[in-house]
Structure formats: C-alpha cells, structure tokens
C-alpha cells in the first residue's frame, strides 16, 4: 500500500509569502493520479490541481503542481487571505495526512 | 448546476447500520466514477470506496466486507450501505465524482453526511 506523507505539516506564512507544500510518496507512483486539495474548516475538500500540474476549473494561476516518481509539490506563488486552509494530496485510495497553512 | 447531496446520517450504536445516499443533480452518477471519503473529527480525509462506471467496486480494507456501494440509474443516486458500525466509523462522510485512479481528481463534493456510532 503506497503512503503519501505531506510536510510540513504546519507552515505558517503572511500574506503575500510564497507557500511550497510537499507529498512524498513510499513508492513511485503514476503522477497522472495525483491531485491536490484544498479545504477550510466546516467545508468540503475542494479539488486544486490533478494529474499533478493541471489546475481544476476556476483554480486561480497562483496556484500550480508539479513533481513525479516519489515528490510532488504544490506551490501557492502569493497567499491571498482566502487560501489559509488544510491541503491535502491523494492517490488512488491513499490521502496524505495534509498541511495546515495558517497566518503568521 | 451540478451538485451532489448527501443524506442518511445520523446516530446509531455500535453493531448497527446505516445507509447513507448521495443525490446528483447535472450530471448521471452512472456515466461517472463515484467516491465515498470520510473524516474523523478533527482528522485527515480517508478514502472508502468507489463505484466505477461499469459497475467495478473497491474498498478500504478499514470498511472492506461492512460497507456496500451502489447506485440507482432511475434515482441518480449513488448509496453507502454501512453494517456492523463501529466507533472508529465515525466521521463526516462525504460523495464526490471521480476519484481512485482517475485522471481528473474529484471535482464535485456533497456537503457531507454526519455519522456518529457510540453506544
């Protein structure tokens, strides 16, 4: 069974900083199968990017993936308040355990 | 507009069942990869099942022989049938479209379904 661990697993930025979020997968996995999402307290997960670097519809530019094989990583270029949230990545039947990113 | 609505929670001891449904307006549950995930309170999402589009079910092996997915065509609906509960079942479940090796991730989400099994 594939483990995907996410890190950190709080990052603590302001504003207008540049989030980097990690996914590590136990074994290489197909990137076509890697998406990412979003979710904020009391809401539903929200899909942010699949197949590891397309953006689902409506997903703001700022956002972006990328990685293969073992690393993936999901990059927020300028954190807008709106993107404080829970992120997490998912394979197959495999979620990681998901970062926190909270305001500084 | 396409939305999914989630419905069947409640409270139940353990042992017991429930049957959760997921309703779908916009699109045919039946033309679509269909995914049950679920959080604990105040934990991380896990993965419970999926349908796919010619019938092909898979499971976690946490609900794997409790939990049975299905759909109704008629109803474009998509259910969970959850048997011998247990505490550790507890959680928010929600239904999204696609899922589990699918290329375009799970794009639409319910609101989510609360079950809670205490005894």
């Known amino acids: 069974e594939i483990v995907l661990t996410q890190s950190p697993g709080t990052l603590s930025l302001s504003p207008g900083e540049r989030a980097t979020l990690s996914c590590g997968a136990s074994q290489s996995i197909d990137s076509s199968y890697l998406a990412w999402y979003q979710q904020k307290p009391g809401q539903a997960p929200r899909l942010l990017m699949y197949g590891a670097s397309n953006r689902a519809t409506g997903i703001p530019d700022r956002f972006s993936g990328s990685g293969s094989g073992t690393d993936f990583t999901l990059t927020i270029s300028r954190l807008e308040p709106e993107d404080f949230a829970v992120y997490y990545c998912h394979q197959g039947g495999t979620f990681g355990q998901g970062t926190k990113v909270e305001i500084k | 507009e396409v939305q999914l609505v989630e419905s069947g929670g409640g409270s139940v001891q353990p042992g017991g069942s429930l049957r959760l449904s997921c309703a779908a307006s916009?699109?045919?549950?039946?033309?679509?990869?269909m995914t049950w995930v679920r959080q604990a309170p105040g934990k991380g999402l896990e993965w419970v099942s999926v349908i796919y589009t010619g019938g092909s079910t898979y499971y976690a092996d946490s609900v794997k022989g409790r939990f049975t997915i299905s759909r109704d065509s008629s109803k474009n609906t998509l259910y969970l049938q959850m048997n011998s509960l247990r505490a550790e079942d507890t959680a928010v479940y929600y239904c999204?479209?696609?899922?589990?090796?699918?290329?375009?991730?799970?794009?639409?989400w319910g609101q989510g379904t609360t079950v809670t099994v205490s005894s």
């Open positions: 999204a479209r696609g899922g589990y090796y699918y290329f375009y991730g799970m794009d639409v």
């Open positions: 916009g699109f045919t549950v039946s033309s679509n990869y």
